[in-house]
């Protein structure tokens, strides 16, 4: 598959309450669904048409096989996803208690087979050529696939489009100074970079989304997306910023929104249109994924988007 885009590390299964408003302790049963950010971006992405893959790893076990085979019937390449040996396909526990902002217990000990991504893992004619490349903050928590990314940054020498999703998963990192070091990093080789007023809290040391966007441009990114939740969303360029109004849906489970807005930039980027057009179609997709259980299984069709719209 000639790619379009290329999405770099996180992979699981994501298991769901199938009961809502209730701890983990009170739910019965489970429902099954592909997660982890950088692979929900890039089923997003393919479910509006995109051609893209993913650079992760899993273990050598049934939920390893379930990956491949969930991204291949998203229509997402499945060529770029390794195996480490020993390691386990991580398993993501979620509660709809409350719905709006689940808490997540995450089983990726003694290390994720995402965050053992190495030198030979990756796929340097792609890195070099696919129109987008899409990195997230989680992928430089430890090592090896910190010194991964940061070589695939150095690499690709903002080429094209080369998206930073900031995605701060507290729980991954020592504390918050060392995230900010490390997403910091990041920040000096890519051309967009989207995140949540926390998580830009953490990469640029304030949560204020216009200083945010401010400090963001500083650091050579061309184009900043803030999500304000019910505030709406903030896009930055160094020819001005705007604010994309929020759309207002009945959440049943906020978790993968953000990755459908991922999805849907994305493909706004390739398609060259305007960066508040791109915020307002990738709002919508979030918007809709909020409005459904589960990530992978959520992300919207381009109909379905334009419906909204």
């Avoid at 509006?48 to 049934?62: E, I, S």
Wanted: overall charge negative; glycine content about 12%; charged content about 25%.
């Amino acid at each position: 598959m000639n790619l379009e885009a290329l999405t770099v590390g996180r992979v699981g299964v994501d298991l769901y309450p199938e009961q809502s408003g209730v701890p983990l302790a009170g739910v019965r049963s489970f429902a099954k669904s592909l997660g982890g950010t950088a692979t929900n971006v890039a089923v997003a992405a393919a479910r509006l048409g995109r051609r893209t893959g993913v650079l992760t790893k899993v273990g050598p076990d049934g939920f390893g096989d379930y990956v491949r085979e969930a991204l291949t019937g998203f229509g997402v390449s499945p060529e770029h996803v390794g195996t480490a040996e020993g390691l386990q396909t991580p398993v993501v526990f979620c509660a709809l208690d409350p719905p709006e902002d689940p808490p997540l217990l995450f089983y990726r000990s003694p290390i994720a087979p995402d965050l053992t991504i190495g030198e030979a893992d990756v796929p340097w004619d792609v890195v070099d050529e696919v129109p987008l490349l899409w990195v997230t903050g989680t992928g430089v928590c430890t090592e090896p696939a910190r010194g991964t990314q940061r070589e695939i940054l150095r690499r690709r020498a903002r080429r094209g489009h080369t998206v930073l999703d900031l995605d701060h998963r507290p729980m991954f990192w020592p504390d918050v100074e060392t995230a900010r070091a490390e997403i910091g990093w990041m920040l000096d080789h890519v051309t967009v970079a989207v995140g949540n007023r926390a998580e830009v809290e953490v990469a640029v040391g304030t949560a204020d989304p216009d200083e945010a966007a401010r400090r963001l441009l500083d650091r050579g990114v061309r184009l900043a997306m803030i999500k304000k939740g019910a505030d709406g969303v903030l896009v930055a360029t160094p020819d001005g910023s705007w604010t994309v109004r929020p759309r207002r849906v009945e959440v049943v489970c906020g978790l993968g929104a953000g990755d459908g807005f991922g999805g849907a930039l994305v493909h706004g980027l390739l398609s060259g249109w305007e960066p508040v057009r791109i915020a307002t179609y990738a709002n919508a997709a979030g918007a809709l994924v909020a409005s459904r259980l589960a990530c992978a299984d959520a992300m919207p069709t381009a109909a379905e988007i334009e419906e909204v719209l």
